[in-house]
Structures are given as structure tokens and as C-alpha cells.
């Protein structure tokens, strides 16, 4: 044989190797295996939850924790009482926007042990002139904070991360307002609503190693093994979203952000980060996942689209290594989605889907909306509003748990921004 051909199934062996262990995924609701979702009203211990007192209690800290060891990790080595590293916040620049109906602020997270630094650049914008102060929309983006906007003085992250490994580029001020259809500032302002984002690869980049060059480089020596059940990227994003708002709280004078009235928001991947980071910080007042499919809002038992052997070959680093023991056998983890969305009851969650991202199941998505409706009404609110079939395209549902279905594709549009501001205006207003 050739070394011509040699290399040809070398460079194609990885290929193939995955697509031999992983299952094409399927798109045929004839398909869907049968399932038996876990209760989230029904103790591990075969016990019922029939009061509030007892979820909050007993059960929600039941699957709070069943979730840190199975599917996101605990970020113990990460939350209070941490030695490996402090934090402080520096606020560096204000100014008028559009026009003068907003201000846009820009400041640091600093995560410090002796003279090593890791910083996070966070960029804020609230309305100007509000009465008091306001609520806001949290969120991290996927490419820098210059791709929110287009304006020249936004800093430009000094690294932009691969996402398959762990090698970066500097940022270029060509991609200054890349994304900004994603971040339709002007409108949340007109709607009276701040927003604070910061990319997401500067708290942790997004590719298998990435923790070496992340916040947690503090905890882990080069190649040092974590536990099973620790936190890995979502979990580190998610902790991360909890900073930004101690930050929020810090400087709530200067920004006039009221820090109990924010919304944590993400799309595709954080997404599944947002629904984490509300269920393990109550301070998020609303939680909106959008298009986060498998690990986020969608049912993992379906078994539709994205799946969880699929996610965890192609994202390792994503979730807690015990979550792979999961791969192929599905219904014996002791949790669904439909329990993360109910602990952030009784907080309101939107969850949203496009008809056409077939791979996060938007089905699977409504779904988990659904199923966490009793615990919501256990709590005293209408959940899901009383809707009991999947709605069709383009209708906005439910109750203080919402759900739509966006025509079009896996992104996150204005569409979508305006139903979330809808919410927000009935709740956290």
C-alpha cells in the first residue's frame, strides 16, 4: 500500500472510529424509545412531595446534588471557602449610546493568586434616566464582546479560543458587531431592560483541556486528574454567571442594575449553561434557555437528535466524567431535564426552540417544560398555563413557564429576545 493511502486512513481513522460508536441520530418520532420519566414530586427513598416546605427542604437539595454527581459536577473546588484564588472587580469606562438612550459599561473580574491573574473583560449596558434601578438580561457570547456591538472602544479579547483545542488567535477588529443580531441592545433599552455579557472562553475556553488555561488553572496542576463528580466547562461557565452577578452587586450603584431583578439567558451550549446557573444560584430572579437541546432543556431519555453517547464523545469536557456512564444506557440516570427546569421553580423559565434545529429536539425541549409543570404548581403558580400538547410554530405558551417553537434555525433572533422581555415584563419587572 502507498504511504499516499497510508495517510488517507490515518487522516480518516478518528472519523471513522466515532461514527462506528456513535449511532447516527435519529429524526423519526416512530423511533423515540420508550421511556419512563423519574418523578420530580417522588422522594429517592419512594416518599411524596406534597408541600412546598418538602421540596425545598428536601427534594430540590436531593436533586440538586443528584445532578452535581451525574451530569454537571460539583463546583465545590470553585464556590466560597476556596483557597486557590481570590477575586476583586475593577470597573474601568462609562459612556452614552444610541443616541443617549443608554450607558454602556465596560469592567473586569480579576480571579488573583499572589501575582497570577486571570481576568474576564464584562460588558454592561443600562438604560439612561431609569427611576431607580433596573433589571437586566445576563448573558455570555460565543465570539468576544466586540461582536455585540460594533462600537470602536469596546475592548477586544486578547485571545479567541478554538473550539476543538486548546489554541487561540488574537481578536480582530474586523469582527467588531459580528453578532450583533443576537444582542439587540437597542431594543432591550427601549424595553427598559439593561444587559450584561462577556465571552465565554475568557472564564474558560471551550475545547477538551481547556481548564489548563481557564479560571481553573488555579485548582489543577498541568495533567492533574479531576474527580469524577467535578465540575468540568458548563459547570465552570455557569459558576462563572454567578461571579458576573457578585460583580453586578458590587457595582450596582454605578451601573443602577438591580442585581435581585436579572434574567440569566443562553443559547445552544449556554443554554445549558443558563439552565445550570439558575438552578444552582436562586439570585437569578428568571431563567431562559434557548435552543440548548440535549443537556439543557431537551428530554435526554427521547433519544431525538443530539443524544447523550453523542454529546459526550464529541464534548468531553463539557459535563462531569460520571455523566459518561450514562452512554448507552440512558433511563438509569436517576434525573431528567424535566427536574432542572423545576429547580428553578417557582422563578419563571422560558424555554425556546426553532423548527428547523431538529438536533436539540425542540420536541424533547417543550417536553421538559411540560413535565416540570407540577412542580410549579405545587409552588403555588400556574406553570405551563394548563397547555398540554406540543403548540404549533411561531405561538408563544404557558404561564409563568413559557415555551416557543421560532421558525427557522438553531440562532437566537430578535423574535425571541421580544417574547423573553415579555415574560420578564410580567414577573421580574
Known amino acids: 500500500m502507498s504511504n499516499y493511502f497510508v495517510a488517507i486512513i490515518l487522516?480518516?481513522?478518528?472519523?471513522?472510529?466515532?461514527?462506528?460508536?456513535?449511532?447516527?441520530?435519529n429524526y423519526d418520532e416512530a423511533?423515540?424509545?420508550?421511556?419512563v420519566l423519574p418523578d420530580p414530586l417522588t422522594m429517592q427513598d419512594g416518599r411524596k412531595v406534597t408541600t412546598p416546605e418538602q421540596w425545598f427542604n428536601e427534594r430540590r437539595p436531593e436533586l440538586l446534588k443528584l445532578f452535581e454527581e451525574n451530569v454537571y459536577g460539583k463546583a465545590t473546588l470553585?464556590?466560597?471557602?476556596?483557597t486557590a484564588f481570590k477575586t476583586r472587580f475593577e470597573y474601568l469606562t462609562s459612556k452614552e449610546v444610541y443616541g443617549g438612550k443608554g450607558i454602556q459599561h465596560q469592567f473586569q473580574i480579576v480571579w488573583y493568586h499572589g501575582?497570577?491573574?486571570?481576568?474576564?473583560d464584562v460588558l454592561a449596558y443600562t438604560p439612561k434616566g431609569a427611576s431607580g434601578k433596573v433589571p437586566a438580561f445576563f448573558?455570555?457570547?460565543?465570539?468576544?464582546?466586540?461582536t455585540v456591538d460594533a462600537d470602536p472602544d469596546i475592548r477586544i479579547p486578547a485571545r479567541i479560543w478554538d473550539r476543538h483545542k486548546p489554541v487561540h488567535t488574537s481578536g480582530k477588529e474586523e469582527n467588531r458587531g459580528a453578532q450583533a443580531e443576537r444582542w439587540p441592545v437597542e431594543l432591550l433599552l427601549d424595553r427598559g431592560y439593561g444587559l450584561v455579557t462577556a465571552y465565554y472562553c475568557e472564564i474558560e475556553p471551550d475545547c477538551n483541556g481547556g481548564f489548563r488555561y481557564g479560571v481553573r488553572k488555579f485548582l489543577y496542576k498541568d495533567g492533574e486528574k479531576q474527580a469524577?463528580?467535578?465540575a468540568n466547562t458548563?459547570?465552570?461557565w455557569a459558576w462563572g454567571l454567578g461571579e458576573m452577578l457578585d460583580a453586578i452587586e458590587h457595582f450596582q450603584d454605578k451601573l443602577g442594575i438591580d442585581p435581585k431583578k436579572v434574567a440569566v439567558t443562553g443559547h445552544s451550549r449556554l443554554g445549558k449553561t443558563a439552565l445550570w446557573a439558575g438552578a444552582i444560584d436562586p439570585r437569578f430572579a428568571m431563567v431562559v434557555s434557548n435552543n440548548s437541546g440535549c443537556g439543557g432543556a431537551a428530554l435526554s431519555r427521547r433519544e431525538f437528535g443530539e443524544t447523550v453517547h453523542r454529546i459526550n464523545t464529541s464534548f468531553p469536557h463539557w459535563f462531569c466524567d460520571n455523566f459518561k456512564k450514562y452512554n448507552l444506557d440512558v433511563n438509569s440516570l436517576l434525573v431528567d431535564q424535566h427536574e432542572l427546569i423545576a429547580l428553578s421553580a417557582p422563578r419563571p423559565v422560558y424555554v425556546a426552540s426553532a423548527t428547523e434545529d431538529r438536533w436539540a429536539d425542540p420536541k424533547g425541549e417543550f417536553l421538559s417544560a411540560f413535565h416540570a409543570d407540577p412542580v410549579y404548581r405545587l409552588l403555588g403558580t400556574d406553570g405551563i398555563g394548563g397547555v398540554t400538547e406540543w403548540p404549533e410554530p411561531d405561538q408563544s405558551v404557558g404561564g409563568i413557564i413559557r415555551y416557543h417553537n421560532r421558525p427557522g434555525k438553531h440562532d437566537i433572533l430578535e423574535y425571541d429576545w421580544k417574547h423573553y422581555c415579555d415574560l420578564a415584563d410580567k414577573y421580574v419587572k
Open 31 to 35: 423511533k423515540v424509545p420508550e421511556y
Open 228 to 230: 469524577p463528580n467535578e
Open 115 to 120: 501575582e497570577e491573574t486571570h481576568t474576564v
Open 234 to 236: 458548563i459547570a465552570t
Open 11 to 25: 487522516f480518516a481513522l478518528p472519523t471513522l472510529l466515532f461514527a462506528a460508536a456513535v449511532a447516527p441520530p
Open 78 to 82: 470553585l464556590r466560597t471557602g476556596n
Open 139 to 146: 448573558g455570555l457570547n460565543f465570539q468576544g464582546n466586540h
